[in-house]
């Protein structure tokens, strides 16, 4: 997969965990048992409270989602009122549902660190003066370039007061660490700051390399970016892909489109979704999505009839099975489950009236093909099929002319 | 700099037969001399494996680890399929060998090993390809692993020779769409990479385009990219700045992302959507104001490609080169109709090709469910029929009869004996069989063919008799070492009792009884015994199942069919006395000298 967006209470417990003391956060959302929430977290009752959405956006301050120096009872409130409830950040609508609840830290400076990724170095971008402002000064960051093969930077920052530089530069070369060591690919502390000789991390922002999953150094959700919450299809097949050593992706653009795609191959599904558009039929495309690295005929049938079952709710016209030239993806096989679950769906696409078009090349592909011109037979389906001989994206212009008529 | 000659070899990582094996195709159609794939490491086996190399089976060694692998053959090229898991460590310590290209296949290493491993190789000068790749190819030099697909599709895209275009794509699936494209549109490819579709990649698009540049056989350099990233404008500033100045095709994929609705993670994890300084729009025209060819769409890509090559580089010529011959695999050919062979193995009794193994046509759950037993088996593997009820609780009762016969007897003992030797079960029940022949327990064929013979030819007892001592032959299945006429054998007893009320014909044991009435005047041991009562019954009993004909029976007798049920029968005992010594923990057994004569 990829680099993912996580929750800023994930975030900040993978470097608590690294710098050696506890975090003092609750993750809370609807059904958070308060009194339960009270005794696992003594502070909750003897500090005063900061209370803000955890779902992967930022400016909550600015979007007025942000409760500063509250009470637990406020806290709750806050929680309860805004629990299930729609926001607007930037253009983005979506449902508020986790909170991340912390102690309230009074300060004076706030420091701005952020760590990014680039092919040949990290960079590290720092600031005395961080906070909701940033942006603005944006010409007061100083940028601490690092090349991946480096050991940590010596750094000298701009901090006054010297002991306390002392303390933003040890913090900022374990964060760092911590930032290597986890897998981040970036990471923003804004702000932090020092408070009796320790640094508190007030907000962050991280992504994590999800592919790194399997080295067991932390288990966190990946929450869908806000305002795209996954429909049940799209995260089955989320799900599907998680279990497999193959690639199978959905996401559904236009539930209501008339052309509908079954695509193998990563580059393949690209050039696919953009010749539609580039044929000014973006808004008819229902779905972008794609299988590949050679999945079994069962990881195709259940990827294929998810989209067919979708394809027939949605009143959609025409069917996409394309595909490059396969490498090492043998093309029979992966047809086999894509013709079961056309089968299985025969009757409700016969009386829709769907029109298939197949375009597919690579091993085994002439009897990938003949599987298909069999269905169309035996089904009574309209199926027009083509092999390599047809330019890839060929069968998308005879799709949209059967679109027309 | 081509990266590959007809002289590269490589060591794969990882058992990966198909890869290899279409590597070693490709080399035969390209005509090289040696096969491409040096060794194979396999960490837990070190194996022989064999692939073939045109018609000629060869072996690829199999090493343990890179480091020897590296040692023993000097190999320039690295291809590693271990797993996401593995790819970072095994790579690592291979980029410390003096391999000088070095690929991953992996899909999903975590980008922070993946530019671990883009710096360290950058830093010793050499070139890493992937992770997330399927690779690359010099077209009619060398094929990494599974680049280019079958040979039918090389072939088709005409990568085994070379052509004069440098390609290079993020996508693996697309670069061998795009060998077909520019195989088919131009004088075909000189050598085409794939990056791989990681944010992280080991060699960029641009590493590979100045690559391309160097090389005076590339004559025109097609890129395809991607969304995401800045890769592409890395290319622009290189054409602008004149570094490149080879004609350059170039399309950037991905140009729906603006009309989607929110953000979309594409397939390859590079390719993700949201900057509009990194979207396929943009880069596609700062490719094009640089001064590459980028055409409207993918759709006229390969018309662009061929324009271009005829503008720039030359008319696309007619092809002369042709691949050298593969022979088509066995497996594949007899698919498609296309070899045949007699059988080396003609089979009539079983046949397992099924989800149920067949006995003489009939399934085995069919068999059990119809309550089958151990005769009914016998009759449908050894005569290839189903015989009534009688016929089979026969047979099974001769078994049981024939089961033992005490620890004296040749069989039992020499069982008791190998056993006691140390040697396993089966050893030991062989050694017990191989006693059976024409003094013990292979009487029964010998007697049913006199018998037989005896009965056929309208003999009466007297006459069989005399005919027998004219030639000096002892009758088979008559006389017993201990059991006479005043102390039958109950075996015999039992057999006879069955056949009275179960056989239809009883001609053969008649004329039996008739022999030992005679035999028995002369002497009280000289009765029908076990084997001789045995042969008579078969004989009866095929006589009283319409189901064989004549023919049958006289091959059963001749095939020697009659000794099985002894051979089978006394399998029992023998396993039963070979488990009783190791059980007793007897130890070796030697035979006492004083009960040896020595002459």
Known sequence: MAQRSIREYDGKSILYAALGYPLEGLLADASTDWTKAAKEHPWLKSKKLVAKPDQCFGKRGKNNLLLLDASLEQVQKFVKDNAGKKATVGKVNGILTHFLIEPFVPHKTEY?????????????????????????????????????????????????????????????????????????????????????????????VARLDDTAAFKGKWDVEFPAPFGRELSKEEQYIKSLDEKTGASLKL??????????????????????????????????????????????????????????????????????????????????????????????????????????????????????????????????????????????????????????? | MPLFTKETTAIIYGMQAAAVQRMLDFDWMCGRKMPSVAAIVNPSSSEITTAFFGSKQILIPVFKTTQEAYAKTKADVFINFASFRSAYDTTDEALDLPFSTLVVIAEGVPE???????????????????????????????????????????????????????????????????????????????????????????????????????????????????????????????????????????????????????????????????????????????????????????????????????????????????????????????????????????????????????????????????????????????FKKKLPKFASEFMEMTLKITADHGPAVSGAHNAIVASRAGKDLVSSLCSGLLTIGPRFGGAIDDAARYWQ???????????????????????????????????PDARVAALKAYAQKHFKSRKHLDFALGVEALTTQKKGNLILNVDGCIAALFLDLFDSCPEFTDEEKDQLIQIGVLNAFFALGRSIGIIGHAIDQKRLQQPLYRHAWDDVLYL
């Open chain 1, 112 to 204: 701005y660190v952020a760590f990014q990724t680039e092919a040949e170095k990290d960079v590290v971008l720092f600031s005395t003066e961080g906070g909701i402002d940033i942006e603005d000064n944006w010409d007061k960051v100083q940028k601490i370039e690092v090349p991946v093969l480096d050991a940590a930077p010596s750094l000298n920052l701009p901090v006054k007061d010297k002991a306390e530089k002392k303390l933003v530069e040890e913090f900022i070369l374990k964060v760092f660490q911590a930032f290597k060591d986890n897998d981040f690919a970036f990471l923003e502390l804004n702000p932090f700051t020092i408070v009796d000789g320790k640094a508190v991390i007030l907000g962050s």
């Open chain 1, 251 to 405: 996401t559904v653009l236009n539930p209501k489109g008339k052309v509908w795609t079954l695509v193998a191959g990563g580059g393949a599904s690209v050039i696919y979704a953009d010749t539609l558009v580039d044929l000014g039929k973006g808004s008819e495309m229902a779905n972008y999505g794609e299988y590949s690295g050679n999945p079994n005929d069962e990881e195709t049938y259940l990827y294929a009839k998810t989209v067919l079952d979708l394809m027939v709710k949605g009143g959609g016209k025409v069917l996409l099975i394309g595909g490059g030239i396969a490498n090492f993806t043998d093309v029979a096989k992966t047809f086999k489950g894509i013709i079961q679950a056309l089968e299985e769906q025969a009757p409700a696409l016969k009386k829709a009236g769907v029109k298939i078009f197949v375009r597919r090349g690579g091993p085994n592909y002439e009897k990938g093909l003949e599987l298909m011109r069999n269905l169309g037979q035996k089904t009574g389906i309209p199926i027009q099929v083509y092999g390599p001989e047809t330019h890839m994206t060929k069968i998308v212009p005879m799709a949209l002319t059967e679109l027309k008529a």
């Open chain 2, 453 to 487: 013979a005896a009965v056929k030819e309208g003999k009466t007892p007297k006459q069989f008799i005399d005919q027998m001592k004219e030639q000096n032959v002892l009758i088979p299945g008559i006389g017993h070492r201990i059991k006479s006429v005043s102390n």
């Open chain 2, 112 to 382: 922070r090993s993946a530019r671990l491993l883009a710096a360290k190789a950058k830093k010793l000068g050499k070139i890493l390809i992937g992770p997330a790749t399927v690779g690359g190819i010099g077209a009619g030099t060398f094929k990494i692993g599974n680049s280019g697909g079958t040979p039918e599709a090389m072939i088709a895209a005409k990568l085994h020779r070379p052509g004069s275009v440098g390609f290079v794509s993020k996508s693996g699936g697309m670069s061998n769409e795009l060998f077909n494209v520019i195989g088919n549109t131009t004088n075909g490819i000189c050598e085409g990479i794939a990056i791989g579709g990681d944010a992280f990649p080991g060699t960029s698009l641009l590493d590979h385009v100045l690559r391309f540049e160097a090389d005076p056989a590339v004559k025109m350099i097609v890129v395809l990219g991607e969304l995401g990233g800045t890769d592409e404008y890395r290319i622009a500033e290189a054409l602008a700045a004149k570094k490149v100045k080879k004609p350059m095709v170039a399309w950037v994929t991905g140009t729906c992302a603006t009309v989607f609705p929110t953000e979309v993670q594409f397939g390859h994890a590079g390719a993700k959507s949201g900057s509009d300084k990194e979207s396929a729009q943009a880069k596609n025209d700062a490719l094009r104001k640089a001064g590459a060819h980028v055409p409207k769409s993918y759709d006229d890509f390969g018309e662009l490609i061929h324009k271009v090559f005829v503008e720039k580089v030359g008319p696309v010529p007619k092809e002369s080169v042709q691949p050298q011959p593969l022979p088509a695999e066995y497996k594949d050919a007899l698919g498609k109709n296309k070899v045949r062979r007699p059988a080396s193995i003609v089979s009539s009794i079983s046949d397992d090709r099924g989800e149920d193994v067949l006995y003489n046509k009939v399934p085995l759950t069919t068999l059990l469910n119809e309550g089958a037993g151990v005769g009914d088996i016998i009759a449908a593997l050894w």
